[in-house]
């Protein structure tokens, strides 16, 4: 793809260089910075529906639009323009639908367009199926070739943590990312639907609870959110559920 789109360029002619303005000095062409920029972007692994979603075009005016929106906008803008001094990541919580993915995509695409970083979208629901996969014994891939792009990556985004509770080994995994990812200063965006709900005043949350499982803690336990606190920037979005909304008013 990229080798066709570079014969065609005019400005090149198909090297990929160019002359600088003022002469003597060459450097490369916007063909092969687009190329590149192309193939990052589709090693990212961003799901076809979130794919045109940016920080720009995400919606805050509409009828009864919660006010947490334009300010989790206004969270990912400046978290962006002031990423080359930070090794946090962000943590999207709040109801189904309401644009945690959205906000998340967009700072992952605003950071792989302006920082050049690496980035990585991963379903967690898709890497808990991949790790107990690769447990399998007829599998053909092993722990360390699904993990790995997850430790590796500049910047990685982690969408619907809690969202299924794994096997003790395979969250053992999971932990062992975020962890990993923590320790070597690798922002990670996280988004989730389940709210962090205040701490139980004596014991452990989820016994207080009775093991309902509503709240963060009680969906990846206290160590892992406790975590998951000190590595990320919390980005609360509240507000009804915005695909609903759009249908019951008779749009899509
Ligand atoms: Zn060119």
Redesign the pocket.
């Known amino acids: 793809m990229s080798a066709i789109e ?1 014969q065609e ?1 005019p ?2 002619d198909g090297t ?1 260089w160019v002359t600088t303005q003022g002469g003597g000095e060459v450097e490369r ?4 910075r687009n190329a590149r920029s192309g193939r990052r972007l589709e090693r990212a692994g961003i799901p076809r529906r979130y794919q045109h979603c940016s920080l720009d075009n995400f919606e805050t005016e509409f009828l009864n639009a919660d006010p947490s929106l334009g300010g989790a906008v206004m969270k990912c803008q400046r978290f962006v323009e002031g990423f080359a001094d930070l090794d946090e990541g962000l943590l999207f919580v709040g109801p189904v639908g309401v644009g945690k993915t959205h906000l998340a995509v967009g700072v992952l695409r605003a950071l792989m367009d302006t920082h050049k970083v690496n980035g990585l979208f991963v379903d967690y629901r898709d890497l808990l199926r991949d790790i107990q996969d690769s447990y399998n014994k007829v599998s053909e891939t092993s722990e360390l070739q699904v993990v790995r792009p997850l430790l590796n990556a500049d910047v990685l985004l982690l969408d619907e943590l809690g969202a299924r509770r794994p096997s003790a080994w395979v969250f053992d995994t999971v932990s062992h990312v975020v962890n990993d990812r923590y320790n070597n200063r690798r922002p990670t965006l996280i988004t989730t639907n389940y709210p962090d709900a205040p701490e139980a005043p004596e014991g452990p949350l989820d016994s207080a609870k009775g093991g309902v499982g509503a709240s963060l803690q009680d969906r990846i336990g206290g160590r892992l959110r406790s975590r998951l606190f000190e590595m990320c920037i919390p980005v609360q979005l509240q507000g009804s559920d915005f695909r609903r909304v759009m249908k019951r008013a008779g749009y899509r």
Not at 29 to 32: I, R, T, V, Y
């Open positions: 570079l360029c400005q090149c990929g062409c916007d063909c092969f």
